[in-house]
Structure formats: C-alpha cells, structure tokens
C-alpha cells in the first residue's frame, strides 16, 4: 500500500509509573482510573526504508517501462518503437501523476487498575481511534508524445509506430486511472478516508521485584487481544487500529532514585507476535504494492522490542518535569502461502524502527494528599513527542494529555 501508517507505540502504558517512578505499583486496594488522549500533527511524511524522509506520495510516470505491460496493439507498439528507435521508446511519456496522502489521529485511551497487594497491580487498557486520510491524486505533466515524434520522427517509421501507440492508449487522466483503480484492480475508490473504533485491548500485571530507597525493579507481564479493526485489503488509504493476532508481551523495569529531587528510570519490553490468517493483496511485484487479486497468507508479523530512558525533576510536592527517549523496534515479518513471489514481495522491508523523544510535566496531588493538604489524589501530565528518525515509519508529532485519579 501507499501508506505504511502503522501507529508505532501510539499509546504507551498508563499504568505503570504511578508515582513517577516506572517501578511502582499501587498499594493494596488502591484503584486507578486513566483517561489520556492523544492527537498527532498531520502526517505527510515518513522515513522509509533507507532511513530517508520522504513525502507519503506516490509518483507514477506512463512511460514504455510501466506502459508495455498492457499486453496486444500496446506492447506491440512500443517493441516496434524500441526496434526503430530506443532514445523515443526511453523518453515517451503518456502522463505523470502524483498520489499523495496526508493522515491525521486522535486516540482515546481508557485505563484501570487494581492493587492486589502493594506489589501486585493488574490493569487493562482500550484505545478507541478516531483516523481521517485525504488522500489526492493530481497529473503533474501530459503526454509528450508530439514532441518526441517531432524529436525522432522526421515523417518515417517511427512517427508512425509514436502515431500507433497514441491511438491505442487513450488519453489518461486522473479519472481514467480512478476507474482503473476501481474496475480493473478491484480496490474501492481512492479518495479522503474517516474512520473510527477500538484498538486492541491490553490486559497486563506489574510485580515489584525490588524497591528500595533509591533503586527498585519491576516486572510487567500481559496480552493484547485483537480487538481492532484490522487494515481492508481493498481501500488504500486505510489505517489499522488493529494487527489481528493475539500478542505476549513481557517488560522489566529499573528505577534509580539519587535524591529526593531527581528519579532515572528505564524499561525494556518484548512483544512476540502470534501468527494468524489474513486475506491480502498479491502484489505485482515488490517496487509496486498493488495486485488485482486476493490470497489468503499466514502472516508472522515481527516481534517487537520497545525501550526508554527517562529521567524525572522533583520540582516541589505537586510539579514534576521528565524528558524521555524512545525506541521501538519491529523485526522483519513472515509471510507463507502458496504464491511464492508474494510471500517474498510482502516480507521485503517489513522491519521498522522508530526513535522518539519526549517532554512531559505533571501537576500531581498525590503527595499533598498523604501529606493530608489535598482532597483527591490525583495526576496530570501533559506531553509533545517527536519521532526525530527511524525506519518504514511515519514522522509525527504527538500531543498528549493524560488524567489520572486513585480511589
């Protein structure tokens, strides 16, 4: 597809971190309720395979080499011009198009939580995405089939095999290509895209190993269930709030505490990802993500390790400021079925890294109330996060605002 728009670690685990330290669970009896919503920036952008950033557009230029394959009077043509003359058959052009796509998300992140002991917290959180694609396909230049019939012509052969091939390929347009996409390749028509639902479910259960005054270690184990909606093979400018599989993860956390003014923190979780069927696109081959035929794969998608590095400013019982890194890595994936080309078309370049930085502040009452000068504990942050480069994934700017309450 045009838009490899995989919302990388788009909602990052509301539970863990209670009191500013990624080691902490809540005490025994002690419930959570989160809320956090994100909105990105609009995504036009994404660093593809090379580590580049390049525009979330598609350049398609009908020319012999994409032309040809019509197959009857068209292929035909085109050999006999390429025989008379290779320099016209290189530089005939019959249009050049471009397909852009701008994206923009909001999620709704929902998150509760349970002390079973004051080491023993389990949580389930559920996003619910609300995604809009435009999606805009423009001719950046016509056909230059005059000009090279005047260039290499001269009134011979070769103006008549250009003469041939102008009257049996139609003048192309934009809509002649959008009837094309829909009535000969079968996908839905290309054009602005709304969608809204839930993501996948995570249910997980944080234990505290060790905590100490100035350093603790936790341990975070848990699932997440299918419960998105899952990308439809037929519409290109679609995004997934879903990959479709069940998923393990496990995560361990380490805190260091210095002072009573500064905290370090870091995690590291590994995601497998199980294998599951899905119906997919055969594409024609691996430059062209497009295939006017279906097929069912078993689809492995690559496990995923995710990482961050914080550390955490004390300001006074009810501020706190926290810069944070991030990596998530995405192994390449594995596809199995009987078309074989497509198995490998689909798995080249299916790995994906993203680094991201992040800036939070937190207003916090959960200090002033166990020190029984507030009401409510309570906390919230606010947070912008950059994706400042990596690999098959979108540039995006993320803004967040999330609230907890403990009861």
Do not use: C
């Not at 197959?71 to 052009?93: C, N, V």
């Not at 590095?309 to 991030?326: C, K, R």
């Amino acid at each position: 597809m045009l838009l490899k728009l995989v919302l990388f670690t788009l909602l990052t685990s509301m539970v863990s971190g209670v009191y500013a330290q990624v080691h902490k669970t809540l005490p025994k009896g002690v419930r959570l309720f989160a809320y956090r919503n994100v909105k990105t920036s609009p995504i036009e952008a994404e660093y593809n395979q090379s580590q580049s950033l390049n525009p979330l557009s598609y350049d398609l230029k009908l020319n012999a080499q994409t032309l040809s394959g019509l197959g009857g009077a068209a292929q035909s043509a085109f050999e006999t011009l390429r025989t008379k003359s290779p320099g016209a058959y290189d530089e005939i052009t019959f249009g050049e198009f471009n397909l852009s796509a701008k994206a923009q998300v909001q999620v709704h992140g929902f998150g509760g939580g349970y002390g079973i002991t004051d080491r023993l917290t389990v949580y389930g959180i559920l996003p619910f995405y609300d995604a809009q694609v435009k999606m805009n396909l423009k001719q950046e230049k016509g056909s230059n089939a005059s000009e090279v019939a005047e260039k290499y012509g001269n009134g011979g052969d070769i103006e008549t095999a250009i003469l041939n091939l102008s009257n049996t390929i139609p003048a192309i347009t934009p809509n002649l290509i959008q009837s094309a996409v829909v009535n000969t390749l079968g996908y839905k028509p290309i054009g602005n895209w709304h969608g809204r639902g839930y993501g996948d479910f995570e249910l997980g259960a944080m234990y505290v190993l060790h905590d100490s005054t100035h350093w603790g270690l936790a341990t975070t184990n848990g699932i997440m269930a299918p419960t998105g909606r899952q990308s439809d093979p037929d519409l290109l400018q679609d995004i997934a709030f879903g990959d479709g599989q069940w998923d393990l993860f496990t995560e361990l956390a380490v805190a260091y505490i210095p002072s009573r003014k500064w905290m370090f923190g870091t995690t590291m979780r590994y995601t497998y990802q199980a294998p599951s069927e899905k119906t997919l696109r055969i594409p024609f081959d691996e430059d062209v993500p497009l295939g006017d035929t279906k097929g069912r794969f078993n689809v492995k998608f690559g496990d995923r390790i995710d990482a961050t590095v914080s550390a955490t400013h004390i300001i006074n019982d009810w501020l706190s400021v926290s810069p944070l890194y991030e990596l998530a890595y995405q192994m390449p994936s594995q596809y199995e079925s009987k078309y074989t080309d497509a198995n490998r078309y689909l798995a080249a370049n299916s790995d994906r890294i993203a680094h991201n930085v992040r800036l939070s502040g937190s207003l916090s009452t959960v200090t002033p109330y166990t020190k029984k000068k507030f009401i409510l504990p309570a906390v919230i942050t606010m947070n912008i996060q950059q994706t400042v480069a990596g690999k098959n994934v979108p540039k995006m700017t993320r803004y967040e605002v999330e609230f907890r309450m403990y009861f």
